[in-house]
């Protein structure tokens, strides 16, 4: 069976090499590769069609999911932006927000980005409009976008959770994330938000 084959490949030692040269034949490899993905909660899995060849497959749980975030507030909650997205943050002035074609606007580094209010697209309250403002500039095709926040909290390393099955149709939204203060935070999917 192909679990029995399966158990013979990933035996320390094994080696279906004729000779033992510096890379092969050494009988090191898949019994490694089972270690490992065992170790890490999960299982190796082999499929054999004859004729065909041999698929293998590792089953991982979905909370090894790590990114590195950028973490911001919006009113009041905390929102979680891969940093794979993140081009630059920057803090802006009201008075540098303006309008071109009912559509608002900043010039940063004499680059005009258009301007989302990241409160807007989720649909909840704004804070006060005055004063300064930090953005998050996020690179989407074919340019940039410059996110409005309340805050940023900084950068940290989260493990993605899943949505649960109510929440997984909801735009605008990759999974969630516990931080280190036991608050639930939501991570966003800028491409989708933005869309």
């Known amino acids: 069976s192909d679990d029995e084959v399966l158990r013979i490949l990933t035996t320390p030692g094994f080696s279906s090499a004729r000779t033992v040269d510096g890379v092969s034949g050494r009988g090191v490899g898949l019994d490694v590769v089972k270690s490992k993905v065992e170790s890490l909660g999960g299982m190796l899995v082999m499929q054999t069609r004859k004729g065909e060849g041999t698929t293998f497959a590792m089953k991982l749980p979905l909370t090894l999911a790590i990114i590195q975030a ?5 009113s009041g909650d905390v929102y979680a932006i891969p940093l794979g997205a993140v081009a630059e943050t920057a803090v802006i002035s009201s008075y540098e927000v303006k309008s071109v074609s009912n559509q ?8 005009t980005l258009p301007l989302v209010r990241l409160s807007r697209c ?14 998050v500039v996020v690179e989407m095709a ?14 940290q390393e989260i493990v993605i959770t899943t949505l649960d099955r109510f929440l997984k149709g909801i735009r605008g939204f ?11 935070a939501l991570i966003l999917d800028i491409p989708s938000l933005l869309s």
Do not use: C, M, W, Y
């Not at 950028?70 to 919006?74: G, N, P, Y």
């Not at 940039?144 to 926040?149: E, F, K, L």
């Open 104 to 111: 608002e606007v900043i010039l940063l580094r004499d680059q």
């Open 174 to 184: 990759g999974g969630a994330t516990i931080l280190g203060t036991g608050e639930v």
């Open 122 to 135: 989720l649909g909840l309250p704004e804070e006060n409009g005055h004063g300064t403002f930090p953005v």
């Open 142 to 155: 074919p340019r940039s976008v410059a996110i409005a926040v309340d805050e940023l909290l900084g950068q």
């Open 70 to 74: 950028l973490l911001v507030k919006v």
